[in-house]
């Protein structure tokens, strides 16, 4: 070989192995599956939850929707109705899956309105359990809910109580993130008074919403004011538009009004901005984190609770019910094994024939869906 070949390596590059790639190896796999990503929207009617989140994900869900009249809205029980839509940017491909929720708080007796939202939240837990605990793990369809908007009226006074209900039964289950809606009703001194309510009555009632993860010390300083804008938002002030205004020659989404234009990507006028960077460019990965490692890893320890505490009762009564039955000799293996041995093996045959039964009757009777 050359010498001057054999000098041109450099000391460092001498120590280079290569898992400096491996970063760049995840993301160019995460990008050819894609992502998927499930939010749900709560709240009462005419607070314009679907036009939010066309506004926030430029598409068109609820084209075909047929509109409700007043008294059909009043007796209209909760549904929960899924829209799934494929959006690509850029070669990123993201599943997204919106779980509305029609009827909410709409009836005279809202007592338990939540309680639909609560089932199907426990339904997708179980069916990811089942998943996961099946033979075939390899292409789980992961369709539980990682965020949830909770829209409040800008009418009131604060939270009401079934705001209050809904949240405290389901803050521990779903990532909820307030958001108060149309404060393009509201002039800005009445939504920081709204806002600072808000703030108070969570704090007050020990509502559990999304925690944004703090920033690492090595984060540059842009990132870490973003981080504490977003912290201070709480709950969002949103204002959602798909109508096209021009503004000093300028087309923008916004509405206009008799007195001026509302733009609704204007963080001036409204925290829309910060709502959709915070659900799509910066936490959405740490919504799908939190939802595994704290919202579903606790409903899976109560299946596995249960699940046990059943085999432990269904032991217990098949071992009451042998031993007031008459034990009847087992002819021996040949003299080869002894009767301990023997005892070993039958006892040991009878609790995998009780688990398995067990595990079917949890899976029929589905006992971490309450």
């Known amino acids: 070989m050359d010498n001057g070949l054999k000098h041109t390596m450099k000391d460092e590059d001498k120590d280079y192995v290569g898992f400096a790639t491996l970063p760049n190896q995840v993301q160019r796999k995460s990008v050819k599956k894609g992502f998927d990503f499930t939010l749900m929207v709560a709240g009462e009617s ?12 430029l598409t ?49 007796n809202n007592s338990e309105c939540w309680k639909p939202l609560v089932d199907y939240i426990n339904q997708q837990f179980e069916q990811y359990f089942r998943d996961e605990s099946g033979l075939n793990r390899k292409n789980i369809q992961d369709n539980r809910v990682h965020c949830c908007l909770y829209f409040i009226s800008p009418l009131g006074h604060g939270l009401r109580p079934v705001d209050v209900e809904f949240m405290k039964v389901l803050h521990e289950k779903v990532n909820l993130v307030p ?24 704090e007050l009632y020990g509502i559990k919403i999304y925690q944004f993860p703090d920033c690492d010390s090595d984060e540059d300083e ?22 096209v205004v021009e503004v000093n020659g300028k087309r923008v989404r916004g509405r206009l009004y008799p007195w001026g234009i509302v733009e609704v990507e204007n963080s001036q006028h409204c925290d829309f901005v910060k709502l959709r960077n915070m659900l799509i460019r910066t936490h959405m990965q740490d919504l799908k984190d939190v939802t595994r490692e704290t919202h579903y890893e606790n409903y899976r320890a109560q299946c596995i609770q249960s699940m046990t505490c059943m085999v432990v009762k269904e032991r217990n009564r098949n071992k009451l019910t042998r ?34 039964e067990m595990l079917q009757r949890f899976q029929a009777c589905g006992h971490c869906s309450h």
């Open 323 to 356: 031993e007031s039955s008459t034990d009847f000799p087992i002819p021996a293996m040949s003299g080869v094994l002894d009767s301990e041995t023997e005892k070993l093996i039958r006892e040991t045959d009878g609790e995998l024939r009780w688990m398995q």
């Open 60 to 108: 068109d869900l609820y084209k075909d929707r047929m509109l409700l009249n007043a008294e059909e809205r009043i007796s209209q029980t909760v549904e929960i109705t899924k829209h799934t839509v494929d959006i690509e940017e850029k070669g990123v491909k993201l599943r997204l899956n919106i779980v509305d929720t029609p009827g909410f708080g709409d009836a005279i």
């Open 179 to 202: 958001v108060l809606a149309k404060t393009d009703t509201l002039i800005p001194s009445e939504v920081e008074k709204m806002k600072t309510k808000i703030r108070e009555e969570i």
């Open 46 to 57: 005419g607070l314009g939850k679907s036009t939010m989140i066309n506004s926030l994900f």
């Open 222 to 243: 842009d990132f870490k004011q973003q981080d504490t804008e977003l912290k201070q938002s709480i709950p969002f002030a949103v204002i959602g538009s798909n109508t």
